[in-house]
């Protein structure tokens, strides 16, 4: 299982990495830094003149700032026992012909 989640390692637990995707849009000022206004700027690492460009739909988390997310914490926490579950040993033995 890994130690740590995303390119910088930020997380350490894939229940907080889960949770950032589900409530990243309704609670950014929770993950990303305050702007001058207070809320939170989810493309703080994005250029001014680039944040245009930045894709907000996301499936299964498109609600916004204020509203509910679409999972609850017992169904983020379902997802995260699925995930678990998941391991690559079969592909593995394929992969050394066993």
Do not use: C
Request: no cysteine.
């Amino acid at each position: 299982m890994r130690k740590v989640f995303f390119h910088g390692g930020r997380f350490h637990a894939l229940k907080d990495a889960a949770q950032f995707y589900v409530e990243r849009d309704t609670n950014s000022g929770e993950w990303y830094p305050h702007d001058i206004s207070g809320k939170g700027d989810r493309f703080d690492d994005l250029p001014m003149v680039m944040r245009w460009k930045a894709d907000t739909k996301n499936g299964a988390t498109d609600p916004k700032t204020g509203e509910s997310p679409v999972w609850t914490s017992a169904e983020i926490d379902d997802v995260v026992a699925f995930l678990k579950t998941r391991n690559d040993v079969d592909m593995v033995s394929v992969a050394v012909g066993k």
